[in-house]
């Protein structure tokens, strides 16, 4: 397993270690704390919490304290939390009396799954994915053997580091909570939230008020943005068919699991956290769930549950013999799948952002500000004063609901990037509303401005990176001839893209 992960390791991080947008994001963040400036998008500004993996953050901020680059740190967290999975997706397995034929073919199809494509990104997808099946292996532990002291303790202290890691870590530990307090005989209910309330309770609630404190609202940035307390119908549906795409072959084993009598109470149970867990996505945007990487902690977890489910209304199953060749082949089949889903397509390419943010680097000291709407790579890169038009990185905005004009003054940015659904020449596409009316308010806000367009990027006429340069700042005459003459790679396939406004 260990020679087959480095190979594919090989395979996969082959085209460098340019991060995907959000991952760039939180790498920033880490920067500024292990800088010691604290959780800040802009050095010298209020603390925002934009990178929502908090506990991944700071064991970033960590490792880049001990020397190491941010891109490399991340690297090395999500890679040995990939392995701990799998080796502890093998050992429950086990645990569960699985012979080592069911153990290793589950522990395969983990091991070769989408988790490749978040350490590749640079996403803490994975040590999440560890937390959330630590977690995972107390709660099943209490379900199959009644309360456990040690279980229970253990549970609560999983629980509350997955929720430091990732919030929604909260909600899918409260409804293993809800199972277990409703299995559980009732002598032991008390016990059990007692230890719970304790162990996660109290420390989550500090950690909850600190929070609230020091970044001046409850919830991560981003939550204002792409939750809202609308509905999300195609967030729902996103999320069942990310963790259907992870555990397609099982499905029809996990509906039998709770159509047959036998074992219908025990498997209900069993599986109401991960239906809750899915169900929870319908309160928030589904925007830059890159490869379901929002419901991938789903994956180890199911890819364990099937064995109890199995023996629940066949207790005697053994995997061997007609049933070791279909186990094989149905493994196959999977694999065969996510090949062809997370490993051929998509992938991370050579990023213009990146690059371009790299050769803006030696005037970071200059003081200068870029509005953008890719906060990423560019102002990652960069390390430039950032304002993120988007809003995940910026409180007024998110909580204001759009970009104003009045608030561009304030920093007067002398770069602005805009990502827009249209060229020279073109007619602008409005694919999301939401962010074609903030992509309006900033093209109003160039047309009443000193900004000219220096450049207009793109593979396609209808999907384009727009860059502005104020006409009046010191360093315009060097920055024009640098941005216009730049090779801009294309993210989504890493080809050059072209200049519409040089063709226009």
């Known amino acids: 397993m260990i020679l087959g992960l480095l190979v594919a390791q090989v395979f996969y991080f082959g085209q460098g270690l340019q991060p995907q947008e959000d991952a760039a994001m939180l790498l920033r ?18 603390p925002v919490d934009g990178a929502t993996d908090f506990l991944f953050m700071v064991m970033v901020a960590g490792l880049s304290k001990l020397g190491f680059r941010l891109e490399i740190a ?50 803490g997808t994975t040590v999440f994915a560890l937390a959330g099946l630590w977690t995972f292996q107390y709660f099943l532990r209490m379900l199959q053997k009644g309360f456990e002291p040690s279980s229970a303790n253990w549970f609560a202290l999983a629980s509350l580091m997955t929720g430091l890691i990732r919030p929604e870590g909260v909600l899918l530990s409260l409804g293993m909570l809800g199972a277990l307090a409703l299995k559980i005989e009732a002598k032991n209910r008390k016990a059990l939230l007692l230890r719970y309330g304790i162990i996660f309770g109290i420390p989550g609630a500090l950690y909850f008020g600190w929070h609230w404190f020091y970044f001046g609202y409850p919830l991560p940035n981003p939550f204002y943005v792409k939750g809202g307390g609308s509905l999300y119908i195609s967030s729902l549906s996103s999320a069942m068919i990310g963790a259907g795409k992870m555990s397609f072959v099982l499905v029809p084993l996990l509906l039998l699991g ?12 069993l599986l109401w956290p991960i239906a809750f867990f899915v169900g929870i996505w319908i309160l928030m945007s589904n925007a830059m769930n890159y490869n379901h990487r929002f419901q991938y902690v789903l994956m180890p977890i199911l890819w364990v549950v099937w064995l109890p489910v199995l023996r629940s209304i066949w207790p005697e199953f053994q995997l061997k013999g007609l049933k070791l060749a279909l186990g094989i082949g149905m493994t196959a089949l999977m694999l065969t799948m996510q090949s062809y889903v997370y490993v051929l ?19 970071a000291d200059k003081g200068y500000t870029m509005a953008i709407t890719e906060a990423g790579n560019l102002p990652f890169y960069s390390d430039w004063k950032a304002i993120d ?3 995940l990185n910026d409180k007024t ?33 409005r694919p999301q509303e939401k962010w074609a009316v903030m992509t309006d308010t900033l093209e109003a806000y160039l047309k009443m401005r000193d900004y000219e367009l220096v450049a207009c990027w793109g593979r396609e006429a209808d999907n384009a990176h727009f860059y502005y340069l104020k006409r009046d700042f010191p360093d315009y005459a060097a920055l024009k001839p640098l941005i216009q003459g730049f090779r801009y790679s294309w993210h989504e396939d890493g080809d050059e893209a072209v200049n519409f406004l040089q063709e226009d």
């Open 29 to 46: 963040y880490a920067g500024h704390f292990a800088q010691g400036h604290g959780i800040v998008w802009n050095v010298g500004e209020a």
């Open 258 to 269: 709770i159509w047959k009598r036998s074992g219908r109470t025990n498997n209900l149970f």
């Open 74 to 123: 991340s690297l090395i967290l999500t890679f040995a939390a990939h392995l701990l999975t799998v080796f502890l997706v093998y050992r429950l397995l086990i645990r569960q009396s699985a012979n080592i034929w069911a153990a290793s073919l589950s522990a395969l199809v983990v091991m070769m799954g989408p988790a490749f494509s978040y350490i590749e990104a640079g996403f």
């Open 345 to 363: 397509h998509p992938r991370m390419f050579v990023d213009g952002r990146a690059e371009l943010g790299t050769a803006l680097a030696s005037y």
């Open 389 to 391: 038009t988007w809003g």
């Open 397 to 429: 905005i998110s909580h204001a609901g759009i970009v104003s004009s009045k608030y561009l003054d304030q920093y007067s940015p002398e770069l602005i990037m805009v990502h827009d659904y249209w060229s020279p020449g073109k007619e602008k596409l």
